[in-house]
């Protein structure tokens, strides 16, 4: 079936270092992919999304890569600061299913 | 912009008894959504509804599970009886118009404690 794997489950980073979150999709069919940030005790809160007639979309610290030949896309956070701490999750999703496919989640942890 | 609202935001209870959960949607959006989030098995979609009309309800766990969307801006999620493995957090979440393809925009969660 229809599946997102997401690599790493943990990550620690010094301050100021960058945090790269990758993940992978089965779906061929798949062109839209956000990815959610949550803090503890928190719901998921959309932090960036990309749809597939791009190859890149920053905002500010955080961009997304988008690789539909391999079906791979990646969260790429700059400069980390301890706030950036939580859970990310990736997803994918197609204009033809309001359905999301969830990676199973990175838990961020950046070191002061 | 509110976002989505849900309440309670914790609710403990015993076996056996009857829960119900609320979600006010965002204004203006279509879609909601009901999703369970555990640790062994992350994020679960329950129920998808569309202008009210509940489209897909394939990931209810069981008949205890029941939803509902009187309107555009109400939804429950009632477990009756209610056991310990229904411990979790239940998020509810929206999107405009019919939600495909489309950002789903998440509401802070109720945490679920069955005893």
């Known amino acids: 079936g229809e599946n997102v794997e997401q690599h790493p489950s943990t990550l620690s980073v010094q301050e100021g270092d960058s945090a790269v979150i990758k993940c992978t999709y089965s779906?061929?069919?798949?062109?839209?992919f956000p990815w959610y940030k949550q803090e503890l005790g928190k719901g998921p809160q959309l932090i960036i999304d990309?749809?597939?007639?791009?190859g890149e979309k920053k905002d500010q610290r955080i961009a997304v890569t988008l690789n539909k030949t391999a079906k791979h896309f990646s969260l790429h956070i700059t400069e980390t600061q301890p706030e950036d701490s939580a859970v990310y999750f990736c997803a994918a999703s197609h204009s033809g299913t309001y359905k999301y496919i969830f990676g199973t989640g990175t838990r961020l942890k950046v070191l002061a | 912009d509110a976002g989505v609202i849900q309440s309670p935001r914790h609710e403990v209870t015993e076996m056996g008894q009857e829960v119900t959960l609320r979600c006010k949607p965002i204004?203006?959006?279509?879609?909601l959504f009901w999703y369970r989030q555990t640790m062994m098995r992350g994020l679960e979609l329950l129920i998808y509804f569309n202008n009210n009309v509940p489209i897909d309800d394939s990931g209810m766990p069981e008949d205890r599970f029941s939803a509902k969307m009187p309107n555009a801006s109400f939804s429950t999620l009632k477990i009756q009886p209610s056991e310990p493995r229904d411990s979790a957090v239940y998020f509810c979440?929206?999107?405009?118009?019919?939600?495909?393809?489309?950002?789903?925009?998440f509401g802070p969660g109720t945490r679920l404690l069955v005893l």
């Open positions: 990309i749809r597939s007639n791009v």
């Open positions: 979440a929206s999107s405009p118009a019919q939600g495909v393809g489309e950002t789903q925009y």
């Open positions: 204004s203006g959006h279509n879609s």
């Open positions: 779906d061929s069919a798949s062109n839209y």
